[in-house]
């Protein structure tokens, strides 16, 4: 499984509006209804899950990014979007640091490996910090998609 397997192109948002973690989970969801990945009479649903999962421990796994994640029924593959903040969103991250780079997967319930697998993928590239680099320099969603096949062909 590859990034560009998993990350939605019309999920991409390079310039996230919101400044709030919140505002940020719904915009990223809504990239996702939009790209077709999941149900839009689901998007508030799966806001929910998503902020649950938030209070209960979050995930701003410091270096400054976050996997935020859900599984729903409306969801009927693996799907993720990108989200960039230039200046930094409070995730309330393990190391204390802003969030600048976020990465929101969807999956189906009934395909936990897959899940698993993609956050696999998803940790292993953003562990690279010439990854995250590189992608928290991305401006455009254009820079994003070329960020992710390059990782995807030469493993940077």
């Known amino acids: 499984m590859k990034l560009t397997e998993i990350i939605q ?37 799966i806001v929910k899950l998503l902020l649950d999962r938030e209070r209960r421990s979050t995930t701003g796994f410091g270096a400054g ?11 009927t593959r693996v799907a993720a979007a990108v989200g960039l903040s230039s200046g930094g969103v409070d995730f309330a991250s393990l190391d204390m ?15 936990p490996d897959e899940h698993l697998h993609a956050m696999e993928v998803i940790f292993k590239v953003l562990s690279q910090e010439s990854f995250r680099r590189l992608l928290r320099q991305s401006a455009t969603r254009e820079d994003v998609l070329r960020l992710l096949e390059d990782n995807d062909t030469h493993q940077l």
Not at 24 to 45: H, T, Y
């Open 9 to 45: 192109p019309e999920a991409i948002v390079a310039q996230l509006r919101s400044s709030e973690r919140d505002g940020i989970l719904g915009e990223l969801v809504d990239a996702l209804v939009a790209s077709g990945a999941c149900a839009p009479a689901c998007r508030d649903e």
């Open 65 to 75: 990014i976050a996997v935020p994640h859900a599984k729903h029924p409306s969801v």
């Open 97 to 111: 640091q802003p969030v600048y780079s976020v990465v929101l997967l969807l999956s189906p319930p009934q395909r």
